[in-house]
C-alpha cells in the first residue's frame, strides 16, 4: 500500500486533463492534476485514524494560498507546469516531512524539492510537443486551500481523506 499527499488544482484540468490522460500514468489511475505535497507516504502501512487525526493537525493551521501556474518546464522525463510562488508547497512538505521524517519526498531521491504539476510522464519520453498549447493557457490563477490524500487501490488510487488549510 502506498499513499500521496497532493494539493488538487482543478482550474488546471481543462488545460491539462486530456494530455494526463494519454501521457501521465497519475491520471490513468484516478489521480486529478495536482501539486504533490508528499510522495510516497505511508509506504507498507495502513492509514489509521491516528494517522488521519496527525494530518488533521498539522494541516488545520497552516493557511490557504493563492498561486499563478505560470510556465512550462521539463525533468529529464517529466513535463510540467511551474506554479509561483514555490514556497509555500515547499512548507507544507517540510512540515509533514519533519513529522515523518522516515517519508522523504520522493524517498530522497533527489536534492531540491521542485513544486510542479506533472503533465506527461514516461522513460526518456519527449513532450516538447505539447509546450505551445501548454503556454497558450498560461498563466491560471489558482487557489490551494485543500490537501488530499490519495491511496493506492487494487486498479486506482482513491481519495482517503481531505484537509482544509485555513
Known amino acids: 500500500m502506498t499513499s500521496a ?7 488546471a484540468e481543462p488545460l491539462v486533463s486530456g494530455l494526463r490522460a494519454e501521457h501521465d500514468p497519475a491520471a490513468v489511475v484516478g489521480i486529478p492534476a495536482h501539486i504533490t505535497v508528499l510522495y510516497p507516504f ?8 491516528g494517522v488521519i487525526d496527525d494530518l488533521s493537525a498539522l494541516l488545520a493551521p497552516r493557511p490557504s ?9 521539463s525533468f529529464d522525463d517529466t513535463l510540467f507546469l511551474v506554479p509561483e510562488p514555490a514556497e509555500p508547497f515547499a512548507d507544507l512538505t517540510n512540515v509533514l516531512h519533519d513529522h515523518w521524517p ?12 521542485v513544486p510542479h504539476l506533472t503533465v506527461a510522464h514516461g522513460d526518456g ?5 505539447m509546450t505551445p498549447e501548454l503556454e497558450a ?7 490551494a486551500d485543500t ?6 487501490g487494487d486498479d486506482a488510487w482513491g481519495s482517503s481523506g481531505r484537509f482544509s488549510l485555513v
Open 5 to 11: 499527499l497532493i494539493i488538487p488544482v482543478p482550474r
Open 42 to 49: 505511508m509506504t507498507g502501512r495502513p492509514i489509521t485514524p
Open 65 to 73: 494560498f493563492e498561486f499563478d501556474l505560470v510556465d512550462v518546464d
Open 102 to 113: 522516515e517519508y522523504p519526498p520522493y524517498e530522497g531521491a533527489f536534492p531540491d524539492l
Open 125 to 129: 519520453a519527449t513532450f516538447e510537443w
Open 137 to 143: 493557457g498560461l498563466p491560471i490563477h489558482c487557489v
Open 147 to 152: 490537501v488530499m490524500l490519495f491511496t493506492e
